[in-house]
């Protein structure tokens, strides 16, 4: 198993630099209501050599699909060939209220949205009659463009963000990557078993398919005063818009802190984020992240190994700390799988 890291954009290419230092795998951009990823992964493609560079996740709602493929090839260009297309179909919430795009049917708009995706990078013909997306509209029968950008690679890796058992078995079947949110060891090993259904349905199986959760993180010898750092994102991920269509909701939910969110909800909506994410669990923080020092990150690194994790993206952005704190996980998390696989060579 390797490690990513998500970025942050003040110092994203600080990060990144540092990252790519240590032997991360792969920096990984977000994009939300704090930034958007294609300018962060830019700045970053001149900083570094070698660390793959990601989107984390470029949302479908917010470009057509010909722009995202413009967008993906030319990032693959400036980075040498290092670029993985992280894509993600959001929740009602954005897409709706904040780009202004109907939600309706989200798998079937995101299988569409991958097939011109993948047809402008490869460079055909970009046409298309589907039940969300056609090219051209209307009546208007000129001749079909082209991508003519040169030299990225035409089947550079798609990873998708899933969450529920429909989308996995989607993302499986039509993309080369998962990027998982709000995860336990345990969900991985659930996510694995919908992924690998959907890849059979392509008559494959998961090897060389990655799954990559994106876990926060927070260093402290105490675990309690490392999950405080994580309580204001927590709080900020499960306030994002309804409580019953918010994705992160829905995963806590499950995960049995259904009373827990309601409290937060109560809290933002008497405008007191303080209360709001002092009623984060702890319990919720410390299943769902990495926290306390190298060896306690060392034993959890081990359950998302064993469940089948390919790489664990280090969201040191969660983090309520500064540029020195981050670089402080990211060091951390390095050392701790670090022992981790001293550990695991050693009981061989």
Not at 216 to 245: K, M, N, S, W
Request: hydrophobic share 45%; aromatic share 6%.
């Amino acid at each position: 198993m390797k490690l990513a890291v998500n970025l942050e954009l003040r110092h994203a290419t600080a990060l990144a630099a540092c990252a790519e230092d240590l032997g991360y795998e792969l920096a990984l951009a977000p994009e939300g209501y704090r930034s958007e990823a294609a300018s962060v992964l830019g700045a970053v493609a001149a900083a570094t050599e070698r660390i793959a560079l990601g989107s984390c996740v470029m949302q479908i709602p917010a470009r057509p699909p010909a722009t995202t493929a413009l967008t993906a090839a030319s990032l693959d260009v400036l980075s040498g060939g290092r670029f993985r297309l992280g894509l993600g179909v959001s929740n009602p919430d954005v897409s709706e209220g904040w780009y202004g795009v109907p939600f309706a049917e989200p798998l079937a708009r995101t299988r569409e949205y991958l097939d011109i995706v993948r047809a402008a990078l490869r460079g055909e013909p970009v046409t298309y009659r589907g039940r969300h997306f056609r090219l051209p509209i209307g009546d208007r029968t000129g001749a079909p463009l082209h991508l003519y950008t040169e030299g990225h690679r035409p089947d550079l890796p798609i990873y998708l963000a899933a969450v529920g058992p429909a989308n996995l078995r989607l993302t499986g079947e039509i993309a080369d990557g998962w990027l998982g949110v709000f995860n336990t060891p345990e969900s991985v090993t659930e996510a694995r078993d919908h992924l690998a259904a959907g890849r059979a349905k392509r008559g494959r199986s998961l090897d060389g398919f990655a799954a990559i959760p994106c876990v926060p993180a927070a260093v402290d010898d105490d675990p309690a005063t490392a999950a405080d750092q994580l309580r204001g994102q927590y709080a900020y991920l499960l306030g994002i818009g309804d409580r019953e269509t918010n994705i992160h909701c829905a995963l806590a939910r499950r995960l049995g802190f259904g009373d827990a969110v309601e409290r937060i909800h109560d809290h933002l909506a008497a405008d007191d984020r303080p209360a709001a994410a002092r009623a984060v669990p702890f319990e919720l923080i410390d299943s769902t992240s990495l926290i306390g020092p190298p060896d306690r990150i060392a034993r959890r690194l081990a359950g998302y190994a064993d469940a089948g994790a390919t790489a664990v993206s280090i969201m040191v952005s969660a983090a309520a700390t500064d540029l020195a704190g981050r670089l402080r996980i990211l060091r951390s998390c390095a050392e701790a799988l670090r022992r981790l696989d001293g550990q695991r060579t050693a009981a061989r």
